[in-house]
């Protein structure tokens, strides 16, 4: 399934200092597409949420299994999406982002951030890394985060 979301505001250059570049570690440059994903469990109720995005091999990004469209999308460019909308919003429910990566192994990088806005005020960034995002359906270990790209802040479009 899939479904466009309309876009949002970028946020704050800063806000990229949350998210790591992630990376599959040890793949041919010939592997099937590599999905990478993350849970997360709401903290309070969710009043409004927004993804900012951006990877360096031709890549797809998914919110609980729904596939967001946008036939403008770069390479090398950052972009943010409302993201609320295909959110479970209510305290304790849980929501999952995932990149699906494809092209050479090396190019397979992925980098973002999710803010989250809650009912009563409080705001949380989510942001990529190889501690809590995992490869595969499996949860096997198998990313890595690129500290050498650490300030390597995308453009937007």
């Known amino acids: 399934m899939s479904t466009t979301a309309p876009k949002a505001e970028m946020m704050h250059e800063e806000t990229w200092k949350t998210g790591w570049w992630i990376q599959p570690k040890d793949l041919p440059a010939t592997a099937r597409p590599s999905r990478c994903s993350v849970r997360i469990v709401n903290e309070a109720e969710i009043a409004s949420a927004r993804w900012m995005f951006a990877g360096r091999s031709d890549y797809d990004v998914f919110v609980n299994g729904t596939k967001l469209e946008d036939a403008s999308r770069e390479i090398g460019f950052a972009y943010a999406y409302d993201v609320k909308g295909l959110l479970k919003c209510g305290k304790g429910e849980t929501n999952e982002l995932a990149a699906e990566l494809r092209g050479p192994g090396m190019t397979r990088l992925f980098r ?12 949380r960034i989510y942001g990529t890394c190889a501690k809590n995002w995992r490869l595969g359906a499996d949860g096997a270990e198998g990313l890595v985060d690129r500290t050498e790209l650490r300030k390597d802040f995308p453009p937007s479009r």
């Open 112 to 123: 973002g951030a999710m803010e989250v806005v809650f009912t009563d005020g409080r705001i």
